[in-house]
């Protein structure tokens, strides 16, 4: 899924401070982050937070659905040791939403020139779920970039599940239904059930919308086709051409589980459902061979936090911080 003409374009690159965040609660508070925008591609910016620190570059990707924002209690740990940044990919929050280029490659190029924006030579990139394809593409296609990678929970091969939803309706994915809650508050609370822990304050202000009267929550705040065009454009990766140093932190589910619940939940399809239950023994059997390649792999370190959740580093803070830091001072 490559684009060949990527590498051709001439791009101006913009990285300039614009505002500022303070942690809630302020007051005189210094700043939590310096919120940038970088241009990457002819009309398209992404949200850049620079968290500060000393040291070399450490750059946060969120998973599909989330901003940049979602690191907020978790970037700050490392400011002592690395300059810490996080972006927002193309069509979230704060970024641009342009109607096309949701490909892993296409994402996968929009962290290279951002880095170039900033004058990263080089960076440590830690990934969510998604952002696991952008740093997959980014070890592969540009190691010298890249001094380690750290996949949070973001190993899945989402491009198998993409060829098993092509020219198919995409089905229900697993997001908290947030439709008719009357408050931010209450998206909150349902959040924090879901996920098994809260997140940021900033997060909910820039990845939901909600009404400017009565605080009702309205809708997610992201290009409406995204998600779709993110799972849809999800590469298979190939993680066997990573050479660097890797960290992979994970629950211990895979998405067999969601095409298991396709499987068998009510409501699906008949047809939706027969399809899963005849694809789940294959995707069974690849999960269990990715699985193998990468507890032979000697540049990988592989740490699993059984029952976690997908938002490992909101139930499991203390060990995930403590997993990356170990990593990092290698």
């Not at 940038?36 to 998973?63: I, M, N, S, T, W």
Request: hydrophobic share 45%.
């Amino acid at each position: 899924m490559r684009k060949s003409w990527l590498g051709s374009w001439v791009l101006l690159l913009s990285a300039c401070a614009t505002s500022s965040s303070v942690p809630p609660g302020g007051g005189g508070a210094a700043p939590l982050h310096q919120v940038r925008r970088v241009q990457v591609a002819p009309g398209v910016e992404l949200e850049v937070l620079d968290y500060g620190g000393k040291g070399p570059a450490l750059v946060f990707l969120p998973g599909m659905g989330s901003t940049a924002h979602v690191y907020d209690v978790l970037a700050p740990e490392f400011v002592a040791t690395h300059h810490v940044y996080a972006f927002t990919r193309r069509g979230y929050g704060a970024s641009s939403w342009p109607a096309t280029g949701y490909d892993s490659a296409t994402l996968g190029h929009d962290v290279l020139v951002a880095l170039d924006g900033l004058g990263l030579a080089k960076a440590t990139l830690a990934g969510h779920s998604l952002a696991g394809d952008e740093l997959n593409w980014l070890g592969s296609h540009h190691p010298e970039r890249v001094e380690a990678l750290i996949f949070l929970d973001a190993t899945d091969n989402r491009g198998e599940i993409a060829v098993f939803l092509k020219d198919r309706p995409l089905p229900p994915l697993p997001f908290s239904m947030l439709d008719g809650q009357p408050s931010r508050e209450a998206v909150s609370v349902i959040l924090t059930r879901d996920l098994g822990g809260s997140f940021p304050p900033h997060e909910i202000d820039q990845a939901y919308e909600f009404d400017a009267a009565t605080g009702a929550y309205l809708r997610y705040h992201r290009l409406p086709e995204a998600t779709e065009l993110s799972v849809r454009g999800a590469a298979l990766p190939d993680f066997a051409t990573l050479k660097g140093p890797v960290l992979a932190i994970s629950d211990g589910q895979a998405f067999s589980a969601w095409v298991e619940a396709l499987a068998t939940r009510e409501g699906v399809p008949a047809d939706l459902a027969e399809r899963a239950r005849a694809f789940l023994p294959e995707l069974r059997q690849h999960e269990a061979a990715q699985d193998a390649l990468l507890q032979g792999m000697p540049n990988w370190k592989l740490v699993k936090l059984d029952g976690a959740g997908h938002y490992l580093w909101l139930t499991r803070h203390a060990e995930v911080v403590s997993a990356m830091r170990a990593f990092l001072a290698r």
